[in-house]
T-cell receptor, first 115, second 116 residues
Framework: DGGITQSPKYLFRKEGQNVTLSCEQNLNHDAMYWYRQDPGQGLRLIYYSQIVNDFQKGDIAEGYSVSREKKESFPLTVTSAQKNPTAFYLC??????????????FGPGTRLLVL | AQKITQTQPGMFVQEKEAVTLDCTYDTSDQSYGLFWYKQPSSGEMIFLIYQGSYDEQNATEGRYSLNFQKARKSANLVISASQLGDSAMYFCAMREGQGSARQLTFGSGTQLTVLP
């Protein structure tokens, strides 16, 4: 079955530590996205990538980094510079033909907690 | 200014009844798309329905329909014959046509509870 997988489901970070969240898709989608969700709020875009080896900052990119070495994979690193990383992180992908009707499909999410 | 506004933090509906979740949006683009997603307690965002700014008919998908009033800039989700499994958070989102960004802009959501 095609879909998006995220791991781990829960992640704990110590002060000063970098952690990496995994996102893999087998939908053959070109575009991938990372969103952050805080309690009681909607999603905010961290980074997105339309093609391998290229990515763009979203609204809240500070303290995060990404890579896109393979079409299927778009890992997100939460660096020690992100002072308030506790949140729910959602990865999404889409075909990316550029139309407004393009639907983004989401993975199950990773909940990051700071120890 | 908020681009997507959902004014109902929480809603209750009796099982088998219909419910309308409100969404208003703000954009100066002529071409845009409006989406509704469902987020159960498990966290995954599930795509429900899409409405394009040029679509003349209201979108429908099974028990979901979208009441699109372009002049009022509203895109309300109507769920008919509510089921207990419909209890979840519902988000309205918009994608605008201008610019290279591909992001969806989300509202703050409405928590729907279906009562037996």
């Amino acid at each position: 079955d095609g879909g998006i997988t995220q791991s781990p489901k829960y992640l704990f970070r110590k002060e000063g530590q970098n952690v990496t969240l995994s996102c893999e898709q087998n939908l053959n989608h070109d575009a991938m996205y990372w969103y952050r969700q805080d309690p009681g709020q909607g999603l905010r875009l961290i980074y997105y990538s339309q093609i391998v080896n290229d990515f763009q900052k979203g609204d809240i990119a500070e303290g995060y980094s990404v890579s896109r070495e393979k079409k299927e994979s778009f890992p997100l690193t939460v660096t020690s510079a992100q002072k308030n990383p506790t949140a729910f992180y959602l990865c999404a992908s889409s075909i990316d033909w550029g139309g407004v009707q393009e639907t983004q499909y989401f993975g199950p999410g990773t909940r990051l907690l700071v120890l | 200014a908020q681009k997507i506004t959902q004014t109902q933090p929480g809603m209750f509906v009796q099982e088998k009844e219909a419910v309308t979740l409100d969404c208003t949006y703000d954009t100066s683009d002529q071409s845009y798309g409006l989406f509704w997603y469902k987020q159960p307690s498990s966290g995954e965002m599930i795509f429900l329905i899409y409405q394009g700014s040029y679509d003349e008919q209201n979108a429908t998908e099974g028990r979901y329909s979208l009441n699109f009033q372009k002049a009022r800039k509203s895109a309300n989700l109507v769920i008919s014959a509510s089921q207990l499994g419909d209890s979840a958070m519902y988000f309205c989102a918009m994608r605008e046509g201008q610019g290279s960004a591909r992001q969806l802009t989300f509202g703050s959501g409405t928590q729907l509870t279906v009562l037996p």
